[in-house]
């Protein structure tokens, strides 16, 4: 059972050392934005929508490792482009997220999920992600993405 923000949130707050709890402002901003994208993922995984959409116009998106797609993306619409077309190019079936737990503090929204679709070929397309996000403004302003660039290589040949 996937557990709720607000038990995240409050195990967070509890394990925190004492003196370093977070604010009530930014556990706020905390919950807020772990909603934010909560809801972008159920909509992702329903078909009405993706994280995509909550992507700031200047965000940078970085994914790690060494794939054909692992690059620094200065813009919505170069990340996109360069990136998530040419593995959707690849797809027969859109990628259904499976949100295995969200951690939130302040601006910060971490996001560990696991990815399943069919490739053009026929061949089942898995991977898991983590993603670090800095949300401003209910905007995602930079992510670090990191996933088996391993699997992303296979399906891109």
Known sequence: ???????L????TLAAPAGAGASTTEHARATKNAALVEQAFDNWQQGKGSVFDLLAEDVQWTVAGNSPV????????RFLADA??????RLATPIT??????????????????????????????NSYAWHMTLSDGRITNVDAFLDTWRLVQLME
């Open 1 to 7: 059972m996937k557990p709720s923000i607000q038990s």
């Open 9 to 12: 949130l409050l195990a967070m």
């Open 70 to 77: 692992s690059g620094v993306y200065r813009s919505r619409e």
């Open 97 to 126: 997220p499976d949100v295995k737990q969200i951690v939130a503090q302040g601006d910060q929204v971490v996001v560990i999920w696991d990815g399943v679709a069919t490739a053009k070929s026929g061949a089942r397309y898995e």
């Open 84 to 89: 998530v077309q040419p593995i959707t190019d």
